[in-house]
């Protein structure tokens, strides 16, 4: 594992290199929490599937911890609208090229006032570059012979409801879509409160791992 932080921890990088990347961004202040166990089960069932698909699935997998990370607000700067960059400097630095880089983007984020939390929020705001860059640029964010990109959203909520989760998703939809990927699927639990509830719901941890383990399957 290699630490691409200075001193902060936040993103671990297999030193492996391989084909396909992945990038997980956990955004839960409550590490070891619901979301931060689903990705934990999906990068799991990642490595294990790839293991077993042979030289055919090399996958780079990144885990980037938002909460642990300094993302300051979107200012409307515009200065993206212009260059194509974000002038604020901050971990962003760091993240803009793996955002990317990746062929897989998992968001993690648990429902906050049904909402993302604020750190999904900053990463989210801060990727108005990605659509400066796609609708005002017009330039394209597939590399040449890239296949795909595509994003996956996890998401947790204490309530229940069919209302839930419909704001998180609109905006996964737009995320998404400014990052030049397709929103691939979601992995979405309502009525789960408590730090590690995750675990005690009937199918969560097995569909999280069955979610891996398709991730790895469609990329081949
Ligand atoms: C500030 C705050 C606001 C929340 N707002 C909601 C909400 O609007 N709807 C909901 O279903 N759960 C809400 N929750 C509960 C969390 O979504 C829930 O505990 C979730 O399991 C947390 O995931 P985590 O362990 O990955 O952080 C809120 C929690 C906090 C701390």
Known sequence: ??????????????TDRFDMKVLALSSSPRIGGNTDLLVTEILRAIRQEAAQAGPEGRFEITECRLSQMTIRPCTQCDHCHRQ??????????????????????????PIYFMAHCAQAKLLIDRCQVFWARRYILKQSLLRPGQAFRRGVFVS????????????????MKW???????????????????????????PTALQDARELG????????
């Not at 594992?1 to 297999?14: I, K, L, N, T």
């Not at 960059?85 to 993690?108: F, H, K, R, S, V």
Request: net charge negative; proline share 1%; hydrophobic share 45%.
């Open 84 to 109: 194509g960059t974000c002038n604020l400097a901050d971990d962003m630095e760091g993240l803009y090229p793996q955002i990317e880089a990746a062929d897989w983007l998992i968001l993690a984020s």
């Open 175 to 201: 995320f998404f879509d400014a990052l030049e990927m397709e929103y691939w699927d979601n992995l979405l639990f309502e009525g789960c409160d408590q730090k590690g509830r995750i675990r005690h719901l």
């Open 1 to 14: 594992m290699q630490d691409r932080s200075e001193g902060a921890g936040y993103c671990f990088e297999a």
């Open 156 to 171: 947790v909520g204490a309530t229940h409801g069919v209302k839930v989760f419909a704001g998180v998703k609109v905006t």
């Open 213 to 220: 383990r398709r991730i790895v399957q469609a990329s081949l």
